[in-house]
């Protein structure tokens, strides 16, 4: 049986898995992460697991064939990624200049095909 590496429940990827496990009734043999994303890259580059992660942790791997990335369809696995602030708080100046280019580089990263994710129609 192949290990499938997985971030834990209280991370946002690892809580939209345990989800897509409840919905579909597949049940995943997990291994924990490795606490750093290059450590991780590694094992699975080594051959000791699969891992599940956004094409954003890999592409770099991807791109020099290091690492195969395969697209999990039916029922399709995704999750949103938004920008959010707290309501309760003035909005800093670093703040107000950091969302602008948080929402340039994906974009930048979208249209360069390292992001494969879905952009809003309203920010191509």
Known sequence: MVKVIVTGPRDSLGFVISQYEHRTGIKLFHKSAFGQLMTTLRYVMDGHGILLAPTSAFFHLQDTNQIEA??????????????????????????NASIPLI??????????????????????
Not at 77 to 95: G, K, M, N
């Open 70 to 95: 395969v697209e999990i369809i039916e029922p399709n696995l995704w999750r949103d990624v938004a920008i959010t602030t707290t309501s309760d708080r003035p909005q800093t100046v670093l703040l």
């Open 103 to 124: 929402k340039e580089v994906t974009k930048s990263e979208w249209l360069a095909g390292r992001w494969q994710g879905g952009l809003p129609a309203s920010s191509i």
